[in-house]
């Protein structure tokens, strides 16, 4: 395993009692934490957890392991746990993180304990880079399952063949997905440092997390990081058409294997986009060395997550027609170009794409499998980054696929108030839309974009929602109001819309 271990982590590992029984999660209703939380108890542990409020899916897995989220608050270290998992939302200033530091009691960060209690005896095999990562973490358990090898996952998204984001198995296999957020508040580095992948891949590295990192080449620091952290044993399979995660990644002493569309030692070739999925070939060199591989979720970027962790697996010895079984077997994410449902001849998606290159990518797979219908496209400003307006221009440009497109407002967060001459505008951002070609709406809050879509959409539109938090349910609330005016609508009218 090629962990590198900080002094001030070792240190910390250092204090751990021989015998951990009770585990407290300070942060537990983070999509990681609480999938920390399902894997201490699956393995017998005792285990509380404390956050705020706490909202879905996290909030029914909770519920699924019978743990009780308490408010934060010093109360929740008495009497003391063994040892308490601190989560990257939580700040210094915290009152139950500064009663810890104020006590004797054993601490890590989320990375630091996954390494120790889960990741020591496996193979970790990583998925990490601005885009897919998710999808690709998810597809390679997937394939590894259907191998019959049995493998552990952890993820940041509901993996619909597992019902979970999480999963311990019996195989030497670990398959995580890395962040490259930071780590916790006593810990700034990024996560995918503590997980000492044997294999990884990075499917793109680009400006992301402005919260976090003060530019590109700030976020290839991280990656450089990596590369140079993993040992002459290691495989490190990155993006060849990602032009940063093939410069942050030139440095280590990894064997290194390209892939991509476009580029790389290896190539998807063939591709062919329907209803159904995606087909393609893997050639290099021009040569075929792969049958024809087909996977039922569509858009070429998950192509290239397919491709990413074909070569992956391949260069850990899983042989190709058992990787080829396994594509074919994957059911995707939940949020990940999700069909929420149909009504009135209109099909309503979810999707998480929250940056410029992502929310491209949704809308051209978009166009691909729904070819001939019109796209009207919702987007909420959540993460952090989007928040911001780094990409006020590169947003401009992602939405040239969509009809119409409404903007939500930017999202507040009381733990990040953004200074209005840095923060996004809405307001500018449709205007620049509107001048590439869509027509674009700036609205004032979501309430008036959901009446403003139920006003415009028509049957045999696709109507498509983006947002990497909850957007006030807005893609079910938009289904319903459909359902519900079908239901209203005479019998004959309904056949109608359904057979355009």
């Known amino acids: 395993m090629n962990q590198a271990v900080s002094a001030e982590s070792a240190a910390r590992i250092a204090k751990l009692p021989k015998k951990v029984h009770h585990v407290h999660l300070l942060g537990v209703g983070g999509t990681a934490m609480a999938a920390l939380a399902g894997m201490f108890v699956e393995r017998g542990f005792h285990v509380t957890g404390s956050d705020g409020p706490v909202y879905e899916p996290t909030a029914s ?135 000492g992948a044997h294999a990884a891949i990075i499917t793109a590295v680009e400006f992301d997390h402005a919260d976090i990192y003060r530019d590109l080449e700030h976020v290839k620091a991280s990656f450089r990081a990596l590369a140079r952290q993993m040992d002459a044993n290691s495989v490190l399979v990155v993006s060849a058409d990602s032009p940063d995660a093939m410069e942050a990644s030139a440095a280590g002493p990894a064997r290194r294997i390209t892939f991509g569309l476009n580029g790389g030692d290896f190539r998807a070739d063939r591709i062919n986009i329907g209803p159904d999925g995606a087909r393609f070939i893997i050639t290099h060199n021009g040569k075929p060395i792969s049958g024809e591989i087909f996977q039922p979720i569509d858009g070429r970027m998950n192509v290239a997550n397919a491709l990413g962790v074909y070569m992956l697996l391949r260069e850990v010895g899983v042989p190709g027609e058992e990787i080829e079984r396994g594509l074919g077997s994957f059911s995707g994410v939940a949020r990940r170009q999700e069909i929420v449902g149909d009504a009135g001849g209109v099909t309503v998606i979810d999707d998480f794409a929250h940056h410029p290159t992502a929310i491209r990518a949704t809308l051209e797979a978009a166009a691909d499998r729904f070819a001939g219908r019109r796209i009207i496209a919702a987007f909420e400003p959540r993460s952090n980054t989007s928040r911001r307006n780094v990409f006020q221009e590169g947003f401009a440009a992602a939405f040239d696929r969509a009809a119409r497109v409404y903007l939500a407002p930017v999202y507040f967060k009381d733990n990040d108030p953004i200074p209005s001459a840095q923060r996004l505008s809405v307001i500018a951002l449709a205007s620049t839309i509107s001048g590439r070609g869509p027509e674009a709406k700036a609205c004032a809050s979501n309430e008036e974009l959901l009446s403003a879509m139920l006003h415009a959409v028509r049957p045999g539109d696709v109507a498509l929602f983006m947002s990497n938090g909850a957007f006030e349910r807005i893609p079910r609330r938009f289904l319903d109001e459909l359902k519900a005016r079908e239901a209203r609508k005479p019998a004959s009218s309904r056949a109608a819309d359904r057979s355009r």
Do not use: C, W
Request: hydrophobic share 45%; glycine share 8%; net charge neutral.
């Open 61 to 195: 897995l909770l519920a699924r392991m019978h743990l009780k989220v308490a408010p934060f608050g010093p109360d929740n270290l008495f009497p003391a746990p063994d040892l308490v998992v601190v989560g990257n939302v939580i700040m210094r200033v915290n009152p139950e993180a500064e009663a810890l530091l104020q006590s004797s009691i054993a601490y890590l960060s989320m990375p630091e304990a996954l390494g120790q209690f889960f990741l020591r005896d496996h193979r970790v095999l990583m998925v990490t880079g601005t885009h897919g990562k998710t999808t690709s973490t998810a597809m390679m358990a997937q394939v590894l399952k259907a191998a019959g090898r049995d493998p552990s996952m952890l993820v940041g998204g509901l993996a619909r063949d597992f019902g979970s984001n999480y999963r311990l198995g019996a195989g030497p296999d670990f398959v995580i997905e890395g962040d490259e957020y930071d780590t916790a508040f006593f810990d700034k580095r990024p996560k995918f440092l503590s997980y």
